[in-house]
């Protein structure tokens, strides 16, 4: 303020006030009121780190319309850490804080705020890297600041089991269709549910559900899905594009990057002596996932400061940059095969014992066939040299590091050479399920790819469930209906009656267990399939493969099948009724026929409201197909409407936090505010 003193009096100001985050004792603001001189009218005009945080209590929709102000607080902090499992595991304080810090407060959270709260649900979108998960972990920590509960998910099926209309829930699914493309099979056995639990949150006045995915693959999932695409879902999507974030806010991003990935001061000062900072931020492929990678400090300091400007340009340039060099010439041969076992496994984490066993037979494969030497202990080696840099553990899941990485691995596995040998060694039927998905993923239906096919042929009895070298086998991975849509597909590329006998045996197999929410829909479309002929004209006796599925639907209905399961079975059955037998028919009739008489009983055992209206909407829909008599459906409803008038009784409804939208600032962000504001790290 010495220093300052001679540009305050030059400027002769009517009124000067001082603001700093410095703790300030009277003492203190008394001499700092002698340094400044006349132009201070009063020593309430300084404001130190206690005057400010009390202006902020008094002005609440201040902090609130700055997100960055409340997030980092010892309270919001405490209760965030403590109200949920993030990203499936335990996070630390540190964590939070770090993703707070680095992140630039911009129009996206105000705009996609005030969707979630009006509709419920929130569909994130937008091209790889550009802050999808960040934003919706922004929004999900708001919530927590209120008290609500956050509930991370892996499937629908977490949801479903999770939600309580009593409580104030904010779920959070992230890249929920996957980080790389669509498969049509997986979809079709998740879009009805997807919708279902859309239409949960919509109705509950205490439930949010944000959720994030790739632009071109939430619009592939509208074209190839029914139910996504139906208008009267009204799924909100807020699409997040690098377009939004103004220069200021990319300087930003930058900017809290290298200061929280503490980057070396020299590869800073390289970055604004050659002029490279403004060339980063006005870079076309800006990428905020390209700024955390080349700011972070293990990467940075394999690099030397005279070489961080060009290389830094040059990843912008070629993105593919990020993992080509360090996968291709900074690891070795095992580390690379398990980062290829990885990416057969579960996108968002796989337990370690699973994945020791594909990457120990993977391991063993390739090390014999291309005269590699293999050590007991590669597997723990290779874990220790990717962890941080390629792989995430997280207790006993491990993951690639970042999606960034399953993008680079897509690119470089699209081999059939390679994926050939992969099936060869696929020791678990999921891997080999996921090696074929990705071969076929893309494809033009009518196009076959026999040689992959036939690579399968010697797992055949591993794809049944049985042991093919007397270890492990797996007949308790995968469902009946994967296993079999899986050896027809095979069949159907490769026409071998190694996989026609396979079908067989799956459904003959009595140790399978067919579930409805599982495998009833899917066991009545291969039913029609197999009858209609098509890919499955010239498939041995397929009737009688038909009828052998057929007898498993039957079978699930009379046991007892939930209202929402029927529901699916029944549309299926609907479609396709002039493929099924009599008995399949009747079987369904009389399920739904239960289904209306145990209603009441049903409403009694339901404490969610909007589970209820959604029974009604179904047995008001089975009823006609059943031939159910009016008046019994009447009854079914209105013990139904009892259930829910008490349910409301109990019931209050409670707001989510206010999202008051920061002011608009004037984005005038020249070369010499840029440089100043990069220059403050060097001073620092």
Same mark, same amino acid.
């Given at each position: ?57 008094? &002005? ?71 802050? *999808? ?18 509930? #991370? ?36 056995? *998740? ?33 190839? /899905? ?143 066939? &291309? ?107 995968? /469902? ?143 009823? #006609? ?37 920061? *002011? ?21």
């Amino acid at each position: 303020m010495k220093k300052e003193r001679a540009s305050i009096d030059a400027l002769q100001p009517d009124r000067y006030l001082l603001a700093t985050s410095v703790g300030l004792t009277p003492a203190r603001k008394k001499s700092l009121a002698a340094t400044i001189g006349p132009a201070l009218k009063d020593e309430k005009r300084i404001f130190g780190q206690s005057d400010l945080n009390g202006l902020l209590r008094s &002005y609440p929709e201040i902090e609130k319309s700055h997100i960055k102000l409340w997030l980092s607080s010892t309270g919001v902090l405490d209760r965030v850490l403590h109200a949920a499992a993030h990203a499936f595991a335990a996070i630390t304080r540190a964590e939070i804080e770090a993703k707070v810090k680095v992140y630039a407060q911009n129009p996206s959270f105000s705009q996609s705020a005030a969707k979630l709260e009006e509709q419920h649900v929130l569909i994130i979108s937008g091209p790889p890297g550009v802050g *999808k998960t960040t934003l919706a972990e922004m929004l999900a920590y708001a919530y927590l600041a209120e008290g609500w509960e956050l509930i #991370p998910i892996m499937s629908l099926t977490d949801g479903f089991a999770a939600i309580n209309d009593t409580k104030k829930q904010v779920f959070i699914f992230d890249d929920f269709l996957g980080r790389i493309a669509l498969d049509r099979h997986a979809l079709s056995m *998740k879009d009805s549910e997807l919708a279902r639990f859309l239409r949960r949150i919509k109705a509950s006045p205490n439930a949010r559900f944000i959720l994030t995915t790739r632009a071109y693959i939430f619009e592939e999932a509208r074209r190839v /899905s029914e139910h996504l695409a139906d208008q009267r879902l009204d799924v909100t999507k807020y699409v997040l594009d690098v377009g939004i974030y103004t220069r200021r806010i990319r300087a930003r991003i930058l900017y809290n990057h290298l200061s929280v990935a503490g980057t070396n001061s020299s590869h800073i000062r390289a970055l604004i002596e050659t002029g490279t900072i403004e060339k980063i931020v006005d870079h076309k492929n800006y990428n905020p996932r390209i700024i955390e990678w080349m700011t972070d400090k293990l990467h940075a300091n394999g690099i030397d400061a005279s070489e961080y400007p060009t290389e830094f340009l040059a990843t912008l340039n070629n993105p593919s940059r990020l993992w080509d060099i360090a996968f291709r010439n900074h690891i070795d041969a095992r580390s690379r095969h398990l980062l290829y076992t990885l990416f057969f496994c579960a996108e968002f984490g796989e337990d370690l014992a699973a994945v020791r066993v594909s990457f120990e037979a993977l391991h063993a494969y390739l090390c014999k066939k &291309y005269g590699q030497t293999r050590d007991p202990k590669d597997f723990e080696e290779s874990v220790k040299i990717l962890e941080g840099g390629f792989i995430n553990i997280r207790g006993t899941k491990i993951s690639y590091i970042n999606p960034s990485f399953r993008d680079y691995m897509a690119d470089y596995l699209r081999d059939g050479a390679m994926l050939r040998d992969f099936v060869t060694a696929a020791a678990l039927f999921e891997w080999a399920q996921a090696i074929w998905r990705f071969a076929t993923r893309g494809r033009e239906v009518g196009t076959t790819n026999p040689q992959l096919a036939n690579a399968f042929i010697p797992i055949a009895p591993m794809l049944i469930g049985r042991s093919v070298s007397g270890d492990q086998w797996f007949r308790n991975s995968g /469902s009946g209906s994967e296993r079999l849509h899986l050896v027809l597909q095979l069949w159907t590329h490769s026409q071998s009656d190694v996989f026609a006998e396979a079908a067989y045996a799956i459904a003959e197999d009595t140790a399978v267990s067919w579930k409805p929410w599982r495998d009833g829909t899917h066991l009545i479309e291969l039913t029609a399939n197999l009858r209609e002929g098509g890919y499955y004209d010239n498939f041995p006796d397929r009737e009688r493969l038909a009828h052998m599925l057929e007898c498993h639907v039957v079978e699930m209905l009379r046991s007892g099948v939930d209202t929402d399961d029927l529901e699916q079975m029944s549309d299926a059955i609907e479609e396709a009724e002039r493929l099924l037998s009599p008995d399949l028919i009747s079987a369904t009739q009389s399920a739904i026929q239960k289904e209306i008489e145990l209603a009441g009983k049903r409403a009694a055992e339901t404490d969610s409201e909007s589970t209820l209206e959604e029974r009604i909407s179904s047995l008001s829909k089975l009823a #006609p197909r059943a031939s159910v008599p009016s008046g019994r459906l009447d009854q079914a409803i209105a013990a139904i409407n009892d259930r829910i008038r008490a349910i409301e009784e109990e019931a209050e409804r409670e707001d989510g936090p206010d999202f008051t939208p920061a *002011k608009p600032e004037v984005d005038v962000f020249n070369d010499a505010q840029l440089r100043d504001l990069f220059a403050s790290l060097l001073t620092d």
